[in-house]
T-cell receptor, first 113, second 118 residues
Framework: DVKVTQSSRYLVKRTGEKVFLECVQDMDHENMFWYRQDPGLGLRLIYF???????EKGDIPEGYSVSREKKERFSLILESASTNQTSMYLC????????????FGSGTRLTVV | AQTVTQSQPEMSVQEAETVTLSCTYDTSENNYYLFWYKQPPSRQMILVIRQEAYKQQNATENRFSVNFQKAAKSFSLKISDSQLGDTAMYFC???????????????FGKGTKLSVKP
């Protein structure tokens, strides 16, 4: 089975800090995604990448950036964390072909104080 | 732009009974995929069932089945013989057909919180 690993399950950071959320997948998936999950809002796409060094903005990219230097790793960066970025962050990897579907990481709950 | 609507924020069902979760979507695409994902308290998103829009037959996975009405843009999930382990958030999601670029993006509804009561 494909595995998507997010490096931290819980994080607490201070306002203004630079925050890195790491995501690694162990298969040769081209597409990777970062979503933010908030109660009552569902999952909203922040950024996605369909190849190394390629990145595209999703629906809510403001305040975030991403890095994809290697195919297996997709990092989400909060340049200057703010309290309104307190949320659950989910990384996903896309399996294509006939067995179409996402594999998700187990999420990082980030609290900015 | 595509949108996905889940009109039931919360639902409950007695163990062993059947429950149906509703989902509607809006798109001008003809080829696409629809999904139901389950997120239990452990937070791990799990794919429950998938439907390709070009297939008229409704998808079934054990106790889970869908009622896919393409013309009505409706995609409901039926859970039969509900079990305590079915307690979770359920998300309906849409993806345009294709691979690469933005065609692989999932668009989610806001979710339905299902509680299965003993």
């Amino acid at each position: 089975d494909v595995k998507v690993t997010q490096s931290s399950r819980y994080l607490v950071k201070r306002t203004g800090e630079k925050v890195f959320l790491e995501c690694v997948q162990d298969m040769d998936h081209e597409n990777m995604f970062w979503y933010r999950q908030d109660p009552g809002l569902g999952l909203r796409l922040i950024y996605f990448s369909y190849d190394v060094k390629m990145k595209e903005k999703g629906d809510i990219p403001e305040g975030y950036s991403v890095s994809r230097e290697k195919k297996e790793r997709f990092s989400l960066i909060l340049e200057s964390a703010s309290t309104n970025q307190t949320s659950m962050y989910l990384c996903a990897s896309l399996l294509g072909g006939l067995d179409y579907g996402y594999t998700f990481g187990s999420g990082t709950r980030l609290t900015v104080v | 732009a595509q949108t996905v609507t889940q009109s039931q924020p919360e639902m409950s069902v007695q163990e062993a009974e059947t429950v149906t979760l509703s989902c509607t979507y809006d798109t001008s695409e003809n080829n696409y995929y629809l999904f139901w994902y389950k997120q239990p308290p452990s937070r791990q998103m799990i794919l429950v069932i998938r439907q390709e829009a070009y297939k008229q037959q409704n998808a079934t996975e054990n106790r889970f089945s869908v009622n896919f009405q393409k013309a009505a843009k409706s995609f409901s999930l039926k859970i039969s013989d509900s079990q305590l382990g079915d307690t979770a958030m359920y998300f309906c999601a849409f993806m345009k057909h294709g691979y690469g670029g933005s065609q692989g993006n999932l668009i989610f509804g806001k979710g339905t919180k299902l509680s299965v009561k003993p």
